[in-house]
């Protein structure tokens, strides 16, 4: 072969390898700032804790977050009932459920956004504080944050209005229980005396 032939076929081998790495590779991630914890809690109007239901049917948007239901074990901030419909940037599921599947729970800090008709975390993943029991997730001054946050606002555990019914339902019971065992009573009673009679 020709010289003139050999560079040639090797400039273009060089070119289109450049070409190749320099073509962005498709990566499914969001990326985000990270802000201060402080600033990420003054902006939440609901913080929670608990786990997302990722078995149940998410609510899409036309934003990058999807609302998922998400069962509150306790609430620190906000009036929010025994389950809300969280958002969640799609791309972090994966790892969620994961950390979930492990026993990780989350603090969310929630926000309203204009895209969105649920709740958010504030600024994606900012917003979602990994809690392993009671110890937080993060590294450096977010865990410390997030550790003094926690001791310093108790949280206060949802107690299910099914509990209050079912109490509430044994207290009837156990009134119409006594009232049956006070009639027979009487009843054994009066036919006592009737016999005698």
Request: glycine share 8%.
């Amino acid at each position: 072969m020709k010289r003139g032939v050999v560079e040639m076929r090797y400039f273009i081998g060089s070119l289109i390898v450049i070409l190749l790495y320099s073509l962005p590779l498709q990566v499914n991630a969001t990326s985000y700032e990270k802000i201060d914890p402080e600033e990420v809690v003054d902006r939440a109007e609901v913080i929670v804790i608990g786990s997302y239901d990722f078995n149940r049917r998410s609510e899409v948007s036309e934003f990058v977050f999807d609302g998922h239901p998400f069962k509150v074990d306790a609430v620190l901030r906000g009036d929010v009932g025994e389950e809300i419909t969280a958002g969640i940037d799609r791309f972090d599921v994966s790892w969620a459920k994961d950390f979930q599947d492990e026993g990780g729970r989350f603090m969310l800090l929630l926000e309203n956004i204009p895209e969105a008709d649920f709740l958010t975390p504030v600024v994606a993943a900012n917003g979602m504080v990994q809690l392993q029991g009671e110890v937080v997730k993060e590294d450096g001054k977010d865990k410390d944050f997030y550790t003094e946050l926690l001791k310093e606002n108790p949280p206060q555990t949802k107690q299910s209005p099914k509990s209050e019914e079912s109490a509430s339902f044994t207290s009837v019971l156990f009134l119409v229980g006594v009232f049956n065992i006070g009639g027979v009573f009487f009843l054994r009673r009066r036919s006592h005396w009737a016999g005698r009679l």
